[in-house]
């Protein structure tokens, strides 16, 4: 089945204390991206990356790092979170051009 | 600055009657547009995309969109609206000649009653 896939579902955590959220998706798709969704906001890109080992800046970089070493993976970090980092967020992988297949989201508490 | 708007937070319709979710884009060039929606407790699902050619796009659940270059807008429309279209809608604007940057609206809450 296609698909794209997160983990952890959902994450309580503390300030500062590291953590990867884990994207993967296996349609082989070159393009992939991150998303937060806060109420009256929307979604807001974070990064996106178009093939391998190419990353850019979204809308909302700060305080995130992706990599993209497989084609299939795109995790995202957060070095050292703070509890305006609380949102839910959404992986997403298309071809270059198509239309996005998103994640079923990581619900991310930081206290 | 390129951006996104659905200028409506809510919209209200009968079962039946026809609906329209409107989007405007700020944007130099040419985007690509998109329409999502998002259940509750779900992820989003893909609606319709318009890339060039016939202003007028059809997409999943009877869903359509026209594209307008002059207003640069792109609403989403539905001849019959049904319950069970009630759900978040995001419009989205990718620029992929620009380095693949991709914005979305703020969304539009699409509730309809019986």
């Known amino acids: 089945e296609a698909q794209v896939t997160q983990n952890p579902r959902y994450l309580i955590t503390v300030t500062g204390k590291k953590l990867t959220v884990t994207c993967s998706q296996n349609?082989?798709?070159?393009?992939m991206s991150w998303y937060r969704q806060d109420p009256g906001l929307g979604l807001r890109q974070i990064y996106y990356?178009?093939?391998?080992?190419?990353?850019d800046k979204g809308d909302v970089p700060e305080g995130y790092k992706v990599s993209r070493k497989e084609k299939r993976n795109f995790p995202l970090i957060l070095e050292s979170p703070s509890p305006n980092q609380t949102s839910l967020y959404f992986c997403?992988?298309?071809?270059?051009?198509?239309?996005?297949?998103f994640g079923p989201g990581t619900r991310l508490t930081v206290l | 600055a390129q951006s996104v708007a659905q200028p409506e937070d809510q919209v209200n319709v009968a079962e039946g009657n026809p609906l329209t979710v409107k989007c405007t884009y700020s944007?130099?060039?040419?985007?690509?547009l998109f329409w999502y929606v998002q259940y509750p407790n779900r992820g989003l699902q893909f609606l319709l995309k318009?890339?060039?050619?016939?202003?007028l796009v059809k997409g999943s659940y009877g869903f359509e969109a026209e594209f307008n270059k002059s207003q640069t807008s792109f609403h989403l429309k539905k001849p019959s609206a049904l319950v069970s279209d009630s759900a978040l809608y995001f419009c989205?604007?990718?620029?992929?000649?620009?380095?693949?940057?991709?914005?979305f609206g703020q969304g539009t809450e699409l509730s309809v009653k019986p």
């Open positions: 997403a992988s298309s071809v270059l051009g198509g239309e996005q297949f």
């Open positions: 349609m082989n798709h070159e393009y």
């Open positions: 990356s178009m093939n391998v080992e190419v990353t």
């Open positions: 944007v130099s060039g040419n985007p690509y």
């Open positions: 318009y890339i060039t050619g016939d202003n």
């Open positions: 989205a604007a990718a620029f992929y000649n620009q380095g693949g940057k991709l914005i």
